[in-house]
T-cell receptor, first 110, second 115 residues
Framework: LAKTTQPISMDSYEGQEVNITCSHN???????ITWYQQFPSQGPRFIIQ???TKVTNEVASLFIPADRKSSTLSLPRVSLSDTAVYYC???????????FGDGTTLTVKP | EAGVAQSPRYKIIEKRQSVAFWCNPISGHATLYWYQQILGQGPKLLIQFQNNGVVDDSQLPKDRFSAERLKGVDSTLKIQPAKLEDSAVYLCASSLGDATYNEQFFGPGTRLTVL
């Protein structure tokens, strides 16, 4: 099962771009990388998923280098409402499951 | 489209009592998950169902926790007897399939306090 490592916390200011990097050195060939966002008193919510290179949607971008041993979630021009915990998951297709770590707490300040 | 429904939203019990949580997944979702989330930690998978069969229950404390998913739709998670360390938020999630690239949709959770 691929283990992920993320920073425990990050601070930013409104309007800035935020990049959260996740390390997953033991990622397997068939594993996908998925990011979830969780606000207080709510369940996690899917943000973005990728396998390689770059993926972009209306919320974020996901950058995955060629060796796939890390990935970076990029949030453009954050606002106060982006304050949340962000989780990086790597799917273990052999075990049929992916595991949540303790995530990165992002605090956006005015 | 309706999301994942859970009830109750909050529950307070004393240790050694029993408690049950209910989850109704998104219609058509074959896979259902129960997670335990302790304050300050990420969600920990307790059990995963594919339709009405168990795919993974390796982290379920089977001496006190039980779960079922009758008819492959709704699910209940039971704790009997509860311990202080069971205080947590219990999250239910569902997905179309059990492949790890399937997006999981989470319910609002049930916050359990054991006194």
């Amino acid at each position: 099962l691929a283990k992920t490592t993320q920073p425990i916390s990050m601070d930013s200011y409104e309007g800035q771009e935020v990049n959260i990097t996740c390390s997953h050195n033991n990622i397997a060939t068939n594993d996908y990388i998925t990011w979830y966002q969780q606000f207080p008193s709510q369940g996690p919510r899917f943000i973005i998923q990728g396998y390689k290179t770059k993926v972009t949607n209306e919320v974020a971008s996901l950058f995955i280098p060629a060796d796939r041993k890390s990935s970076t979630l990029s949030l453009p021009r954050v606002s106060l409402s982006d304050t949340a915990v962000y989780y990086c998951l790597v799917g273990d297709t052999n075990a049929g499951k992916s595991t949540f770590g303790d995530g990165t707490t992002l605090t956006v300040k005015p | 489209e309706a999301g994942v429904a859970q009830s109750p939203r909050y529950k307070i019990i004393e240790k050694r009592q029993s408690v049950a949580f209910w989850c109704n997944p998104i219609s058509g979702h074959a896979t259902l998950y129960w997670y335990q989330q302790i304050l300050g930690q990420g969600p920990k998978l307790l059990i995963q169902f594919q339709n009405n069969g168990v795919v993974d229950d390796s982290q379920l404390p089977k001496d006190r926790f039980s779960a079922e998913r009758l008819k492959g739709v709704d699910s209940t998670l039971k704790i009997q007897p509860a311990k202080l360390e069971d205080s947590a938020v219990y999250l239910c999630a569902s997905s179309l399939g059990d492949a790890t690239y399937n997006e999981q949709f989470f319910g609002p959770g049930t916050r359990l306090t054991v006194l």
